[in-house]
């Protein structure tokens, strides 16, 4: 029997720790776990967090990591919205100076161009040329033709642009150097609608599908085109990214329009093999990327849909960030302060559901991270209180006493028991509340008259006292739980106003700031985490968003399954729960976990 030296020509390593990220194929011996490794490549598609703004026929640029997509239609609208992408979420970026749909383009995150399409309408071809710093768009030299559905590769200062519909489908390719056009050489066969590869270059690409060749591909070396192997079946409207000899394509439909759009092929610089397939068919969607690691953006599926997907080709299992059912609390309500984590949380008061509703709860239940049991009473029933610390040293204070009082009162927590502690400064409710019990942070709320005034008060808890710190920027209330950090570095976030204006402000153990404001205004948001890393979810009225912050700006992250507000959440930004809310009053209990990946390697122990 041959070895594996003699099959291979290769020799086995000996090495004491598995390598990371490796190559497909290789083999190796463990000797710290005395095992015989060998990394399998994989390929699918992970969900990942929804654009905040769904369109198709949108252009992208950049990497998997590092993307950016622009433009698009909300038909019959063109769009001017650009978003970027980190790997994980989504966040707003400067608007392009001209909406178009159809649109076209190339380059980076942070040097991307944007060519051609339609605008206002999708009859309306125009040649607009905008090139984009990561930042803002500014107006490049029009592309030589009014064309829609033409596409792109290389970078801004060596890009090519090919193919497209003006009055007919289009052959022509064209050159750009940063500032001019120039022609390249003409395609075999003209299309539109088409992928290329993102990642190639103005000496070499590759251009695949589109109509109305269907199934037909080719490639340019700088001067012209050459026939290369088709597709396994015709189709258009697709997208894709990598090289012109390591690339992949996905989405889009076959001839007649007939709604395929998840089907997803890897090429080898020779041939087309069917991969794994999308999660979700759709066409008229955006995308861009390498061979390994690419994204699917939004698109029809009939409607528009927001849904972004990862493209995944590597010996790395990713686990898509989601959230994911968790056990009811026993008693359902809203407006009830939450503290802790995922596997040891505390929820705590709350307003009952139903004919109880207007008579605010002195329950509290403890989690661990599968069911729900119930611990010992509040000492005041109350609803619309802030909350914070941990299952076995948690702080609750202020809220609801119906009819109309609001509560001073606060409250410690050492996981059987609740003591009354010192009184708030101020009376109030629907405030916020972060840190521990012995270094804690109320903030915002409102009284009882009516209309209601908001606060921008703010007070901080050592264990025995409160006292007032700064003011607020802007007075806040609907604010349970949706702060996060310490009392030397916070953030804190809400919406107030008609119509709804987001404010999140940061405090740095001295002083308020305002901060980024998050993609989508809501008011009755929950949230976990710290300053650089906090998570802000659900929220007024029956939100589903859910949106990380990193301390400057904020991204998308996948939504919840239920869209609520006035639940009570805690955790981490990697790793958090919420628990009730409204409307209408809710028991149920849902788990984010972050996005994360493992290398795979089939394990043959001999021992």
Not at 33 to 43: C, D, E, H, N, V
Not at 78 to 97: R, V
Not at 404 to 431: I, M
Not at 539 to 557: C, F, H, K, Q, V
Request: proline content about 4%.
């Amino acid at each position: 029997m041959a070895d594996y030296t003699e099959l291979k020509g290769l020799k086995v390593k000996y090495l004491d720790s598995d390598p990371s990220p490796g190559t497909a194929g290789d083999v190796w011996y463990n000797t710290t776990t005395a095992q015989l490794k060998s990394f399998l490549a994989t390929t699918a598609f992970s969900a990942s967090s929804p654009v905040l703004t769904a369109r198709s026929y949108g252009g992208s640029a950049g990497t998997q990591t590092a993307n950016v997509f622009f433009g698009g239609e909300i038909y019959p609208n063109p769009n001017a919205s650009t978003e970027e992408y980190d790997g994980t979420g989504w966040a707003s970026s400067n608007n392009m100076n001209l909406g178009r749909g159809s649109i076209g383009g190339f380059g980076t995150q942070t040097a991307a161009v944007a060519v051609a399409g339609t605008h206002p309408a999708p009859s309306d071809r125009v040649a607009n040329v905008e090139e984009y710093n990561g930042s803002s768009w500014t107006a490049g030299e029009n592309y030589p033709a009014s064309a829609i559905n033409s596409n792109g590769s290389g970078t801004l200062t060596a890009g090519i642009q090919m193919g497209g519909s003006t009055t007919a489908t289009q052959d022509a390719s064209n050159e750009y150097d940063g500032t001019d056009w120039t022609a390249g050489g003409d395609m075999n066969s003209a299309r539109d609608a088409f992928m290329t590869a993102t990642q190639g270059t103005q000496t070499a690409t590759l251009a695949a599908g589109g109509g109305p060749a269907g199934a037909n591909c080719e490639t340019y070396d700088g001067s012209s085109w050459t026939e290369v192997g088709n597709f396994p079946v015709a189709c258009g409207n697709n997208k894709g990214g990598g090289t012109q000899t390591n690339a992949v394509s996905y989405g889009g439909e076959p001839p007649g329009g007939v709604p395929a759009g998840v089907e997803a092929y890897t090429w080898d610089g020779t041939s087309w093999t069917a991969s794994a397939n999308m999660a979700k068919h759709r066409i008229q969607l955006a995308g861009s990327g390498t061979a390994t690691a690419a994204l699917a953006i939004s698109g029809v599926q009939p409607g528009l849909i927001s849904d972004t997907e990862e493209w995944h080709n590597t010996f790395t299992v990713v686990t898509a960030g989601a959230w994911a059912s968790g056990g009811d609390i026993n008693t359902a309500r809203d407006n009830l302060g939450g503290a802790g984590t995922q596997t040891a949380g505390l929820v705590f008061g709350g307003d009952k559901p139903g004919p109880a509703s207007g008579s605010p709860s002195n329950e509290s239940e403890e989690y661990d991270g599968s069911s729900w049991t119930e611990g010992s009473n509040l000492n005041t029933s109350r609803s619309g209180l802030g909350g914070a610390g941990t299952q076995t040293a948690g702080l609750g204070f202020g809220g609801y006493t119906y009819p109309n009082g609001r509560s001073v009162a606060s409250e410690e927590y050492n996981g059987s028991s609740w003591t009354e502690g010192s009184n708030l400064n101020q009376s109030r409710a629907n405030l916020g509340g972060l840190g521990i019990q012995t270094a804690a942070i109320a903030y915002g709320g409102r009284d009882a008259s009516s209309p209601p005034n908001s606060y921008d008060n703010t007070e901080s808890y050592d264990g025995s006292s409160w006292t007032a710190l700064p003011t607020l920027n802007q007075a806040l209330q609907f604010a349970p739980t949706s702060g996060g950090g310490t009392t030397t570095a916070a953030v804190v976030t809400t919406a107030t106003g008609s119509p709804l204006t987001d404010y999140t402000e940061e405090y740095n153990g001295s002083a308020w700031s305002d901060a980024g404001k998050k993609g989508t205004a809501r008011y009755n948001v929950g949230g976990a985490g710290t300053q650089t890393a906090f998570l802000a979810f659900g929220g007024g009225p029956n939100r589903t968003d859910t949106e990380e912050y990193d301390g400057t700006s904020w991204a998308t992250r996948p939504s919840l399954a239920t869209g609520r507000g006035k639940g009570a959440g805690g955790g981490t930004s990697a790793s958090a729960f919420y628990a009730g809310g409204a409307s209408p009053d809710k028991a149920n209990t849902e788990e984010f976990t972050a996005e994360t990946s493992a290398a795979t390697a089939k394990t043959i122990d001999f021992d």
